[in-house]
């Protein structure tokens, strides 16, 4: 085997942490041809075989369409942790840590919550649990790329406002977020960004590389500085993995 298709979906992170795994194939003297699609395209791909290599699934729920048995894709290895939350920036938390004390009276945090629009739904169901319309919160949905770019906003400017997103993501590079804790579980179970291989192509692979990718650990952390050199830093995402792998986008 020669040459590998490697998809992932269209976005930096995505295609960040799909560079970093592409270092290890080249490694071995493969090809590679990338899949890049939205997430309904992508079952398609699989569907008629058109992806030996997907990076990364987010398991158990977030990503499980692209485990039906149709599919025929095999999930492996363990690359980093997805984790949903609501954040604030450092700078603005004044003492709030936890969503339960977002309906306090004189609360500082802002009441307008913009969010993606790939996770509304679970902003919708944060708000339901802690009555927070009922303390005058709203929801403002926006395009995935537009919102990111609010929250970068709201993160350099050091706003008091809510910014819901996974982690890993460009807005966790640094640290300058305040995770609030959910004491009611609103925030969903954290996932595994796992590497999904076509099962028929298996005896074709070398049981070494397997082997490597199996074992390959980036983190949250790496995948955060991936993400942040590619949106922020002028990168392409096999720059950036190159840097990181050379040691010079963070210590490995």
């Known amino acids: 085997m020669t040459t590998v298709t490697l998809g992932h979906l269209d976005n930096t992170l995505q295609q960040a942490s799909a560079a970093a795994v592409a270092r290890v194939l080249e490694a071995y003297e493969l090809e590679i041809e990338y899949v890049v699609a939205a997430s309904d395209e992508m079952v398609e791909h699989m569907r008629r075989g058109d992806v030996d290599l997907f990076v990364s699934a987010w398991l158990p729920d977030v990503d499980a369409a692209f485990l039906a048995p149709d599919l025929g894709m095999e999930a492996f290895g363990q690359l980093y942790r997805p984790a949903f939350g609501w954040c604030v920036p450092e700078a603005a938390a ?25 996770i509304l739904d679970r902003v919708r169901q944060v708000v339901a649990a802690y009555n927070l319309t009922e303390a005058g919160y709203t929801i403002a949905s926006r395009p995935d790329a537009e919102a990111c770019d609010h929250a970068a906003h709201i993160l350099a400017g050091g706003l008091p406002e809510i910014i819901p997103t996974w982690q890993p993501s460009f807005l966790h590079y640094g640290q300058r977020l305040v995770q609030l804790d959910d004491p009611k579980g609103t925030f969903g179970a954290e996932q595994d960004a796992r590497i999904l291989l076509r099962s028929a192509i298996r005896g074709d692979m070398d049981q070494d590389l397997l082997d490597e990718l199996d074992e390959l650990t980036l983190g949250n952390k790496v995948v955060s500085a991936l993400d942040h050199a590619m949106r922020f830093d002028g990168m392409s995402a096999d720059e950036a993995a190159e840097a990181w792998q050379r040691g010079k986008l963070l210590p490995r």
Do not use: D, F, K
């Open 94 to 118: 004044t003492g709030i840590t936890s969503v339960a004390q977002l309906a306090g009276e004189g609360c500082p945090i802002g009441r307008e919550i913009v969010t993606p629009e790939s």
